[in-house]
């Protein structure tokens, strides 16, 4: 591969946020398009814009992991050119020439109406296991034992699923969906279930007794709704968990396809802003399904509320989950900690730390991802 070579002069030029420039390991990287992304922040990266970041890679406060590390190879540029670099001019001249090729083969490209999202890098499709031209869904079961390893490989670019146009795009949504769709749901339901308990004939325990049976007043509702929340949070970590981190048999293609459609792709693409949040058509059907089962655990309005505060839940874990990806939140603050959490989680610690609202659940299945720990230097 022909390389293009930069001075240490030339990367301190690109120093702000609209161009950031970085060396790490003698290496050039332009990492300009992932600042709003970065698990630290963007002014973490912003202060280091034009410098050499090869021991703030070791950490404190953060030893970047692995993955961290394959990652950056995508906003590879160049190299850092010294004093006793030589034939600098024949490969600067190859490298000329080798763009002015990638440029006819991108022309291509569009022509043939696969047009890819500007910002993302493309990936060597010699060197990786599908063909990022056809859509993935089907590929991904044909990887067999390397498809665990390969899934937790993050990349940033889209990924397409279907090949049908109808049923990718009801693959997809944009974040703004989940509230415009839910909420007016769930506070038309809340409604619905506080006038109910307000007449006053709600009561519990009738199945077993109806002379100690326990009249539910209606202001117990927020109470109910707030239980539902504290439920959904455990629903939240199970399915995380044993759904979507299941590890399907190399042998099975249709286990190893339905976990990359359910959340294997959400790990090997993990900025895809289109794919963070349940698209509302198929979350739809997953709702219809958690009420009619509760609705026959838990029947009348005290579980229609519950149920109600469960779906507000979800609400809320979906928008923490957007954010903890794209948001930026202030050093020190609780979503700061959960977003540097989740990260870790989706760059080096996928077997750990299943809980996206909060850590609570963590701890008593014991999957909290271990703090880091550096020697003091004296």
């Known amino acids: 591969m022909e390389k293009r070579y930069f001075s240490m002069a030339e990367v301190e030029q690109h120093a702000s946020a609209e161009s950031c420039w970085i060396v790490h390991e003698n ?8 600042i709003p992304r970065h698990p630290g922040g ?27 590390r394959r990652w950056l190879q995508q906003y590879y540029i160049g190299e850092l050119r010294r004093e006793d670099d030589q034939g600098e001019e024949e490969e600067l001249e190859q490298f000329s020439q080798k763009q002015q090729a990638f440029r006819e083969r991108r ?6 109406g696969l047009v890819m999202d500007g910002r993302c890098k493309s990936v060597d499709p010699e060197n990786d296991l599908v063909d990022w031209n056809k859509p993935l869904l089907w590929q991904v079961g044909l990887l067999r034992e390397k498809y665990d390893e390969w899934v937790h490989q993050p990349i940033d670019r889209p990924i397409r699923l279907f090949y049908s146009d109808l049923v990718e795009a009801c693959s997809k949504t944009a974040w703004y969906m989940v509230p415009l769709v839910w909420v007016p749901i769930v506070i038309l339901c809340s409604w619905y279930c506080y006038t109910d308990l307000a007449q006053g004939n709600t009561r519990i325990f009738t199945s077993f007794t109806t002379e100690y049976s326990i009249r539910v007043h209606k202001y117990c509702f927020p109470l109910l709704f707030v239980f539902g929340m504290f439920l959904w949070s455990l629903v939240e970590y199970l399915i995380h968990r044993y759904v979507f981190h299941m590890k399907p048999p190399a042998s099975n293609y249709y286990l190893i396809t339905l976990h990359f459609m359910l959340h294997g792709q959400h790990h090997k693409s993990p900025f895809d802003g289109s794919r963070l949040v349940f698209p509302p058509v198929p979350a739809s059907l997953v709702v219809a399904l958690f009420y009619t089962a509760f ?14 505060g469960g779906l507000g839940g979800y609400v809320v874990y979906d928008m923490i989950h957007y954010y903890l990806h794209y948001g930026s939140p202030k050093k020190g603050s609780y979503l700061y900690g959960l977003k540097a959490y989740h990260v870790k989680h989706h760059f080096e610690h996928q077997k750990l730390g299943f809980g996206i609202t909060s850590r609570l659940w963590d701890y008593p299945f014991k999957t909290v991802i271990p703090e880091e720990k550096f020697e003091k230097i004296h």
Do not use: C, W
Not at 27 to 34: I, L, N, P, Q
Not at 107 to 112: D, E, L, V
Not at 295 to 308: C, E, Q, R, T
């Open 27 to 34: 290496r050039v990287y332009d990492v300009s398009a992932f």
């Open 42 to 68: 963007q002014q973490l990266l912003v202060q280091r814009a034009g410098r050499d970041v090869s021991r703030d890679m070791e950490g404190p406060p953060h030893r970047h992991s692995t993955n961290a």
């Open 107 to 112: 022309i291509n490209h569009q022509a043939s």
């Open 295 to 308: 609705h026959l655990i838990a029947p009348g309005a005290v579980g229609k509320s519950i149920f109600v």
